[in-house]
């Protein structure tokens, strides 16, 4: 009897332990043209999309999911960054070197700063309100002093620098030179570039997961994302994706990452704790920018064809008790021989 109590448990527990825990639903949201980058503002649940094709940044209420306001900025704009504690959204704009700054509480556009050229992907550091600004075109980054909004110094680093991340725990800003295959890793007290990490052809987005003090790079041309290690800079493994992976974001309260594969319209889910893809969910055609809200754990991935935002809602699923309890009664069935015979 004891033992066949122990077959029913270890049944019972396989029986749960191979369903999924967690599954993903996706729903749409028309926004302008061509959306381009993706950020969020978590404390109000705010999201913000920029438009490239027609000069403008959506803006998301995240509790209803509709857009309640699209913002003129003009000039091609493609990266967008949220400072939370100051509710002030950055949008660079890579047809002239500014980024324009917007009010997060009116929704307009209180100033304009010049920068670089072909400014694109920016960072901020919400704990010395700091923002930074890839120039595309002069293969540098430019410091914003957010107090004032007004540059503090100019950063060179490698050939068409894309994006730029940070982490507020050390201070360290990770920027991709995707023309150089290259990350510049910068220091924000001196604001200046302490190493430089190869990474082979093509690095796009980074993300960096504060809590675990890692960093995920994209490569466009080759199909996976590059882990490194913040500790010493150093790629500590590659994950394989989808096609040309571009954004990519990660939930420090999950420890998954998120990755907009815009070569087969699909997002790829990384296991921060194995490094190795949990799920791929379909999101369109051509996906790009993406982020994640570490709050609701919600994805929203801007979708460049024909102008959508996938949200993607993680869902635990209501009925995996029951569905453990069939399965366990279904393998009882199969094992009944084996189990008589013990």
């Known amino acids: 009897m004891r ?31 061509n959306p381009w980058a993706v950020s969020i503002n978590p404390t ?15 803006v998301i209420d995240g509790k209803t999911n509709a857009v309640i306001k699209n913002i003129t900025v003009g000039e091609n704009p493609t990266g967008v960054a949220v400072n939370q504690k100051t509710n002030t959204v950055y949008v660079s704009k890579f047809s002239s070197p500014t980024v324009s700054v917007i009010n997060g509480t009116t929704n307009t556009v209180t100033e304009n700063i010049t920068v670089g050229k072909q400014p694109n992907g920016i960072g901020i550091d919400e704990t010395t309100n700091k923002i ?16 004032t909004n007004s540059v503090l110094t100019t950063i060179s680093v490698g050939a068409r620098p894309t994006a ?22 910068i220091n924000e007290t001196t604001d200046t570039v302490i190493t430089t990490i190869s990474t082979g052809s093509g690095p796009t987005g980074v993300t960096v997961n504060p809590k675990t003090d890692t960093i995920y790079i994209s490569s466009s041309k080759t199909p996976q994302v590059f882990v490194i290690n913040g500790n010493t800079n150093t790629v500590s493994a590659n994950v394989t994706v989808g096609a040309y992976p571009d954004g990519v974001s990660a939930n420090p309260n999950t420890n998954r990452i998120y990755v907009a594969n815009s070569g087969d319209g699909t997002v790829s889910v990384i296991d921060g704790a194995t490094n190795t893809v949990s799920q791929t969910i379909q999101a369109g055609t051509h996906v790009y920018g993406i982020v994640v809200n570490p709050s609701t754990g919600t994805v929203y991935a801007g979708n ?30 199969n094992f009944k021989k084996i189990v008589m015979n013990f």
């Open 304 to 333: 460049d064809s024909p102008g959508i935002v996938y949200v993607i809602s993680e869902m635990e699923p209501q009925s995996s008790i029951w569905d453990g309890i069939i399965q366990f009664f279904s393998n009882l069935f």
């Open 3 to 33: 033992n066949n109590l122990g077959y029913i448990t270890i049944i019972l527990i396989i029986s749960i332990s191979t369903l999924s825990a967690f599954s993903f639903e996706t729903s749409q949201i028309k926004v302008g043209s």
């Open 132 to 147: 930074y600004v890839t120039n595309m075109g002069s293969s540098s980054v430019s410091v914003i002093d957010g107090k």
């Open 164 to 185: 730029v991340s940070v982490n507020p725990s050390t201070g360290i800003a990770y920027v991709t030179n995707s023309g150089a295959g290259t990350i510049s890793v």
């Open 44 to 58: 109000r649940n705010i999201i913000y999309v920029t438009n490239s094709g027609n000069d403008t940044v959506s």
